[in-house]
């Protein structure tokens, strides 16, 4: 993906998704920016957050962002298209917030006239990536794909009921150029995607997400023998530590070891 750096002194990132989707961003950032402290919080304590009212949404991540922030962390990103339809409203806070949709839509090729996107029904709802695409000469087309979260996150990505979803979800799809995949647990099923879109350029927000993350908190190219020394990864869940501990295992074929974790007062 490119040379590993050393992060800018004192950075230490917080990373938020409701489940764990955002686990693909956290690995992308281990090739880019081992040495990056990073703080994982999973928020499956809570409602699913594409489930949640506007403003109950931004409240939880205020308060999530708020108790990142009191663990060292200097930026958060919302490795989460649908928490990150909230991310403008997620301004006054103790440290920056940066939602994953706008590196969806800088990655998407310039050339590309027909332009699919395939998410929650929050994040197509949203219009965020239909009004962040648009533009004269090209036409996009949205897919509300909501089974498919579920499939990835308990292993099933290679069974008939996941391919039979997802072929009915794309099908309208294949003429497309390039076809976002605008939910984080998507990239985990790359070769599903691949082979159901055939010709099709599929991007990955949590892929440009990462090289934006590398410019911005990374320090010089690393000239340690071997590349950086690997930071902890502390990882953090609301919900079930031994759902996660499997649904990581599942999706991404990695190993976490989850702490709870509680919001004060809630």
Same mark, same amino acid.
């Given at each position: 993906m490119g040379v590993a750096a050393d992060p800018a002194p004192g950075a230490h990132l917080g990373v938020v998704d409701w489940g764990i989707g955002g686990l693909g961003l956290v690995r992308a950032l281990d090739e880019l920016l081992p040495s990056l $402290?990073? &703080?994982y919080w999973s928020d499956t304590g809570a409602a699913p957050y594409g489930l949640v009212p506007t403003a109950a949404l931004a409240a939880r991540l205020r308060a999530v962002v708020g108790e990142l922030a009191s663990r060292g962390c200097t930026e958060v990103?919302? /490795?989460?298209n649908a928490a990150s339809t909230v991310a403008p409203r997620l301004t006054g806070l103790a440290v920056p917030v940066t939602g994953i949709i706008g590196a969806g839509i /800088? /990655?998407? $090729? &310039? !050339?590309a006239d027909r332009v699919g996107v395939v998410g929650g029904r929050r &994040?197509? /709802?949203s219009g965020a990536y239909r009004r962040g695409l648009s533009? $004269? !000469?090209r036409t996009v087309a949205s897919r509300v794909a909501q089974p498919l979260s579920a499939h990835i996150e308990a292993g099933r990505t290679g069974s008939a009921d996941f391919a039979a979803d997802l072929r009915h979800i794309v099908a309208p799809l294949r003429a497309a150029d390039a076809v976002v995949l605008a939910c984080t647990h998507y990239p985990a099923a790359t070769a599903q995607f691949a082979a159901a879109l055939p010709g099709v350029e599929l991007v990955d927000p949590a892929g440009r997400l990462a090289l934006d993350l590398c410019d911005r908190l990374g320090g010089r190219?690393?000239?340690a023998a071997g590349g950086p020394s690997p930071a902890p990864r502390t990882h953090l869940t609301t919900g079930d530590p031994a759902a996660m501990r499997r649904a990581a295992h599942l999706a991404w074929s990695v190993d976490v070891d989850p702490g709870p974790?509680?919001?004060a007062g809630r």
């Amino acid at each position: 993906m490119g040379v590993a750096a050393d992060p800018a002194p004192g950075a230490h990132l917080g990373v938020v998704d409701w489940g764990i989707g955002g686990l693909g961003l956290v690995r992308a950032l281990d090739e880019l920016l081992p040495s990056l $402290p990073i &703080t994982y919080w999973s928020d499956t304590g809570a409602a699913p957050y594409g489930l949640v009212p506007t403003a109950a949404l931004a409240a939880r991540l205020r308060a999530v962002v708020g108790e990142l922030a009191s663990r060292g962390c200097t930026e958060v990103v919302l /490795a989460c298209n649908a928490a990150s339809t909230v991310a403008p409203r997620l301004t006054g806070l103790a440290v920056p917030v940066t939602g994953i949709i706008g590196a969806g839509i /800088a /990655a998407v $090729p &310039t !050339g590309a006239d027909r332009v699919g996107v395939v998410g929650g029904r929050r &994040t197509i /709802a949203s219009g965020a990536y239909r009004r962040g695409l648009s533009r $004269p !000469g090209r036409t996009v087309a949205s897919r509300v794909a909501q089974p498919l979260s579920a499939h990835i996150e308990a292993g099933r990505t290679g069974s008939a009921d996941f391919a039979a979803d997802l072929r009915h979800i794309v099908a309208p799809l294949r003429a497309a150029d390039a076809v976002v995949l605008a939910c984080t647990h998507y990239p985990a099923a790359t070769a599903q995607f691949a082979a159901a879109l055939p010709g099709v350029e599929l991007v990955d927000p949590a892929g440009r997400l990462a090289l934006d993350l590398c410019d911005r908190l990374g320090g010089r190219t690393s000239e340690a023998a071997g590349g950086p020394s690997p930071a902890p990864r502390t990882h953090l869940t609301t919900g079930d530590p031994a759902a996660m501990r499997r649904a990581a295992h599942l999706a991404w074929s990695v190993d976490v070891d989850p702490g709870p974790v509680r919001l004060a007062g809630r």
